[in-house]
């Protein structure tokens, strides 16, 4: 079974300061999504990673993935206000129910002036 | 284009009622998925469709949770006899396919049972 964590849960960062958010999976994937959720709204989708190395960049916003290791990070440079927002990944499961989608936890970021 | 809808946006019921949540997908989506997210989680799966058939309901919690999409298009979530643990978010998503496709996800139901 796919699992999928998500760390930290909770960040509270400075406006101008770097962070990064890390997302590992247990078993062997071929597609890894990141999504922005506003309080009460549903999921934005912001990247989506399809191979080993992919790296993509939005703004102040960068999202890698490591099929090797397992692992995407999603990287924050120079944190502003507006960023403030619960951020998950979600990994496409391989194989016959590559359909499914399995969620982390949520990391959720509060930026400060 | 438009994009995945929810009605209603929010639902509160009382214990032991029923409820349907109702999704309309992209305009073309033959996929159709439902997830439910509690307070603090990520979404979890619960049932996929590929055009009028419940290809996958593996994440339905347990009977009281049924779903039909009769037409290929709009969905219908039913959950029978509610208890207050039904309560959360709940999510519909479609995609052009199934398989890898993106899924693109609606506004959400906000279920309250009380």
């Known amino acids: 079974e796919l699992k999928v964590e998500q760390n930290p849960l909770f960040l509270s960062m400075q406006e101008g300061k770097n962070y990064t958010i890390y997302c590992n999976y247990s078993t062997t994937s071929d597609r890894l999504y990141w999504y922005r959720q506003d309080p009460g709204k549903s999921l934005e989708s912001l990247f989506v990673l399809l191979s080993n190395g992919a790296v993509k960049q939005e703004g102040r916003l960068m999202a890698s993935l490591d099929t090797k290791a397992r692992l995407s990070t999603l990287h924050i440079t120079a944190a502003v206000h507006d960023l403030s927002a619960t951020y998950f990944c979600a990994v496409g499961n391989s194989g016959g129910s590559n359909y499914k989608l399995t969620f982390g936890k949520g990391t959720l970021l509060t930026v400060n002036p | 284009g438009a994009g995945v809808s929810q009605t209603p946006s929010n639902k509160v019921t009382e214990k032991g009622k029923y409820v349907e949540l109702r999704c309309d997908p992209i305009s073309g989506h033959t996929a159709l998925y439902w997830y439910r997210q509690s307070l603090g989680q990520g979404p979890e799966f619960l049932i996929y469709?590929?055009?009028?058939?419940?290809?996958?309901d593996s994440g339905l919690p347990n009977d009281r949770f049924f779903a039909v999409r009769p037409e290929g298009s709009v969905s219908t979530l039913k959950i029978q006899r509610t208890e207050r643990g039904d309560s959360a978010v709940y999510l519909c998503a479609s995609s052009l396919g199934g398989g890898a496709y993106e899924q693109y996800f609606g506004p959400g139901t906000r279920l309250t049972v009380t």
């Open positions: 469709f590929q055009g009028t058939g419940a290809a996958d």
